[in-house]
Nanobody, 127 residues
């Protein structure tokens, strides 16, 4: 089972930026797609972004497309989420997750596609 540790959350004003990091240890990081999901107050956990095993394919929810960028460094066993133009509705606990898949084709990733999760990091965006 992969161990995932998120960092980089915090409090930011609307329009600001944050960069989340997720360090992985355990099974071979580079063999798996990775993702970021979030859970806002009173909401279900939702997909935010994902990246294929080799970093060549990226996937985003409509709500963050054009504002967030996911990337990975397989040499460092780390995945990142650069979040720009943050909005109050982005306020949530953000979770790093690993998938047993290497990529998706023709379908959008969803929470059910991930089987290892970090503890989460809080992101709060003030208006």
């Amino acid at each position: 089972q992969e161990q995932l540790v998120e960092s980089g959350g915090g409090l930011v004003q609307a329009g600001g930026s944050l960069r989340l990091s997720c360090a992985a240890s355990g099974r071979t990081f580079g063999d798996h797609a990775m993702g970021w999901l979030r859970q806002g107050p009173g909401k279900d956990r939702e997909f935010v972004a994902a990246i294929s095993w080799n970093g060549r394919l990226t996937y985003y929810s409509d709500s963050v497309k054009g504002r967030f960028t996911i990337s990975r460094d397989n040499a460092k066993n780390t995945v990142y989420l650069q979040m720009n133009s943050l909005k109050p509705e982005d306020t949530a606990v953000y979770y790093c997750a690993q998938s047993p898949l290497i990529a998706w084709s023709g379908v959008d990733p969803g929470p059910e596609d991930f089987d290892s999760w970090g503890q989460g990091t809080q992101v709060t965006v003030s208006s």
